[in-house]
């Protein structure tokens, strides 16, 4: 069972946008402003997408965008593209005892 | 370019121990905190490890403490991980990748490698 709880699946047609949720607690999410998503095609090594909760990597497109309220950080894609289908997994800082979680991973399916 | 290349895995039985290994290329590889994350087959991503530039803090998640071993080898721009006591629940894929900075702990991994496979069976 994965520290961080992200919605197994998702799915947008071309052109919409889609939101995926991340949620942990106040021991990582909630506590710091350090959560990443990382956009993984299969077979591939996963991508740093978003980092800080909003930032993003140079070379990622602006469609891609974080934001965080609580203990809840969300991902949100707009524009769909047909090379967005990937598994997308948060990732947070979670203290000087855990260290890092991530989520179990969420399929975004573009229809 | 940054480059991350893995190796060493492969089948090993229970009880068994393995080394991987990762060369990196195209940045100064002692200014960066590197980690180690692995993917069991069909599964998510679990951070296993970090390591500082110099190599003076590591740090283990609680599920691989006490049996594996993270280091590195600033001449040689390698990092390394060497794992004891295998279990069957250690098959995954690892993956090292490069921390932003040299935060060691971070949730921000700029550059991953391709992976390397690990199997612990009978």
């Known amino acids: 069972q994965s520290a961080l709880t992200q919605p197994a699946s998702v799915s947008g047609s071309p052109g919409q946008s889609i939101t995926i949720s991340c949620t942990g607690t106040s021991s990582d999410v909630g506590g710091y402003n350090y959560v990443s998503w990382y956009q993984q095609h299969p077979g591939k090594a996963p991508k740093l997408m978003i980092y800080d909760v909003s930032k993003r990597p140079s070379g990622v497109s602006n469609r891609f965008s974080g934001s965080k309220s609580g203990n809840t950080a969300s991902l949100t894609i707009s524009g769909l593209q047909a090379e967005d289908e990937a598994d997308y997994y948060c990732?947070?800082?979670?203290?000087?005892?855990?260290?890092?979680?991530f989520g179990g991973g969420t399929k975004l399916t573009v229809l | 370019e940054v480059q991350l290349v893995e190796s060493g895995g492969g089948l090993v039985q229970p009880g068994g121990s393995l080394r991987l290994s990762c060369a990196a290329s195209?940045?100064?590889?002692?200014?960066?905190?590197m980690s180690w994350v692995r993917q069991a087959p069909g599964k998510g991503l679990e951070w296993v490890s970090a390591i500082s530039g110099s190599g003076g803090s590591t740090y283990y998640a609680d599920s691989v403490k006490g049996r594996f071993t993270i280091s590195r080898d600033n001449s040689k721009n390698t990092l390394y991980l060497q794992m004891n006591s295998l279990r069957a629940e250690d098959t995954a894929v690892y993956y090292c990748a490069k921390a932003v900075s040299n935060v060691v702990v971070t949730a921000t991994l700029d550059y991953w490698g391709q992976g390397t496979l690990v199997t612990v069976s009978s």
């Open positions: 195209g940045f100064t590889f002692s200014s960066y905190a």
């Open positions: 990732c947070s800082y979670a203290g000087s005892s855990t260290y890092v979680v």
